[in-house]
């Protein structure tokens, strides 16, 4: 096999976990750089096969890793082993611990200087300034287990939607089934010279496509956008990338030996645009892209299948794989505690939940999922274990809250970048693995010595695809857990008050205008309800934290 594997990243969202997402990116690239420079110097101990990286995915806080991703690769690397020593260079580790503050997102500063309507209940300048920055080189270069065109996905919910058209015979005004798709996406393709996919825009390397990277920063941007809670974002999508998208159609095949018996044609939908739509712009307010896709294993698919019926699963014939980061792969709901409520606003607020849930049901990815001889995809998630050597329950400090508690405290976050580098280290050494008779490895391993890297399962021996050594050799140590104050609280209570005062005289103003009276009357209303939003708040996070044994 002479041919490089080729690996897919899938970031799911995950809120302020996004932490978590990036220590494991961090990890994997210095793995993969130590790895590189003992293949550049010849060094006979590291095998010489080759893996690649095709295509990085990601939604919500995964699809601004996912960006974010795109500018590390294009750098030198400056892995964070230590938190105390972390170099500013690493802007993985300055975007999602150092800068991505509830300081900052409870401040006001998107309120001043204007009299724009409201916008988000938290302050999110801040993430303009941090995506601005994550992307900011200039000369970077391709390194050599990034792929010529390195295919960069990021999802986004489009609330105007892009409509499509089924024909159905019968009589009808508009010739068929009308339909909307709301889950959208951006595609870029970073390479040296130029970009083959006709509905993605190009990046270079060197960083001259200044618009299209500007673009990217907008994507990040839109994926992550929480609805309320973070600014929504306005993206200008191209029509005739609509065109050009490629829709994965089913139909049935011959069987594939190691794989599926369904072929997967490759085909464009042109979408069904309205009479009087002029130019090519689509522009859309775009909100978290995790409402709608929350973990866009279908995108990256369909850039590593690359028009063939599909992948052989088996463990000595795979050609690629995908491999999930997910912070949170499983769900808060127990339906072993359902309570049948029927009124107005539990109805409302779980037929939401209801909604999200849905969008996240996946039954092919189900199935394969829970199978042991399937090699083309890999998940890798929170795992911690206590002093006492059991499975923490909630391996995650940023993960009480729904995943906002991350931004409370910068301990929080440091906790959970270190436990996924610990985590990748584990699932390179112990699980991203083939079988040792695999081609990939019979052709290039050589005379590299096997035995310090090979993997045995009951009577079966595998070999990892992305050897240790150097420095990514050593196990990362496990962050102490770390606990939030009376104090931090206090203040905590503080700040939400004045973003509270805040928000409360834009509100007044926005929804009042010239009626002073009324405007008078609104003020007085929210500021009786002041204390009381405050005092729920404050017990709000003491006891999701508690329960998480963070306080």
């Known amino acids: 096999m002479d041919e490089p594997f080729e690996i897919g990243l899938v970031m799911a969202g995950a809120v302020s976990a996004g932490a978590y997402t990036a220590g494991v990116i961090d990890f994997l690239i210095e793995a993969l750089d130590e790895w590189q420079q003992l293949k550049d110097a010849d060094n006979p101990a590291a095998p010489r096969h080759a893996v690649q990286l095709k295509v990085i995915a990601g939604t919500s806080a995964g699809g601004m890793t996912a960006a974010m991703a795109a500018g590390a690769l294009a750098v030198e690397h400056h892995p964070v082993r230590d938190a105390a020593t972390a170099s500013p260079q690493n802007k993985l580790f300055a975007s999602w611990v150092e800068r991505i503050d509830i300081a900052q997102l409870l401040g006001a500063n998107d309120l001043a200087g204007n009299e724009d309507p409201l916008r988000s209940l938290l302050d999110s300048s801040v993430l303009d300034a941090i995506a601005r920055d994550a992307l900011a080189f200039s000369d970077g270069q391709r390194r050599a287990y990034v792929a010529p065109q390195l295919h960069l996905l990021t999802t986004a919910s489009n609330l105007r ?84 998208r490629r829709w994965s159609i089913p139909g049935e095949g011959e069987a594939v030996e190691g794989g599926c018996r369904y072929t997967h044609t490759p085909k464009t939908i042109p979408p069904s645009w309205p009479a009087g739509l002029d130019g090519d712009d689509y522009p859309a307010v775009c909100v978290d892209g995790g409402v709608m896709n929350n973990e866009p294993f279908d995108l990256a698919r369909r850039i590593m299948l690359d028009g063939a019926c599909s992948t052989p699963r088996a463990a000595d014939q795979t050609t690629r794989a ?83 508690s991350g931004f409370l405290a910068r301990d929080f976050r440091v906790h959970d970048y270190q436990l996924g580098r610990r985590n990748c280290w584990s699932f390179l050494k112990n699980h991203f693995r083939l079988a040792e008779t695999h081609p990939l490895f019979a052709q290039h391993w050589g005379q590299a010595p096997r035995d310090p890297h090979r ?12 050897p240790l050594f150097g420095t990514a050799a050593t196990r990362p140590v496990a962050p102490a857990w770390p606990r939030y104050t009376d104090a931090q609280l206090a203040a905590l209570r503080s700040r939400i008050g004045e973003r509270y005062d805040a928000v409360a005289e834009r509100l007044a103003r926005q929804f009042t205008r010239d009626r002073w009276f009324a405007r008078q009357g609104l003020r007085f209303f929210l500021w009786r309800k002041r204390a009381d939003l405050l005092g729920m708040a404050e017990d709000r996070v003491r006891s999701a934290l508690h329960a998480f044994g963070l306080y």
Not at 329 to 342: F, N, Q, R
Not at 381 to 388: E, G, I, V
């Open 455 to 466: 993997i045995s399962v009951g009577d079966a021996a595998f070999l990892p695809l992305i």
């Open 161 to 244: 939607g892009v409509p499509y058209n089924v024909p159905f015979p019968g009589e009808t005004h508009r010739g068929g089934h009308e339909m909307y798709t709301h889950a959208d996406y951006r595609h870029f393709v970073v390479s040296d010279a130029g970009c083959d996919s006709k509905d993605a825009l190009w990046l270079d390397w060197a960083k001259q496509q200044q618009a299209n990277w500007q673009a990217l920063e907008s994507a990040a941007l839109a994926t992550g956008a929480f609805p309320l809670g973070l600014a929504p974002r306005r993206l200008t999508f191209s029509r005739s990338h609509y065109a050009e």
């Open 322 to 404: 995908l491999v999930m980061i997910d912070p949170f792969p499983g769900s808060e709901l127990d339906v072993s505690k359902y309570e049948a409520k029927e009124d107005l606003l539990d109805v409302f607020f779980r037929m939401f939940n209801a909604m999200k849930n849905q969008s996240r049901f996946k039954p092919d990815e189900l199935l394969l999922a829970q199978r042991d001889d399937v090699f083309s995809r890999f998940l890798v998630a929170p795992s911690r274990r206590l002093k006492d050597g059991t499975i923490a329950a909630h391996p995650l400090a940023c993960g009480a809250l729904g995943g906002f």
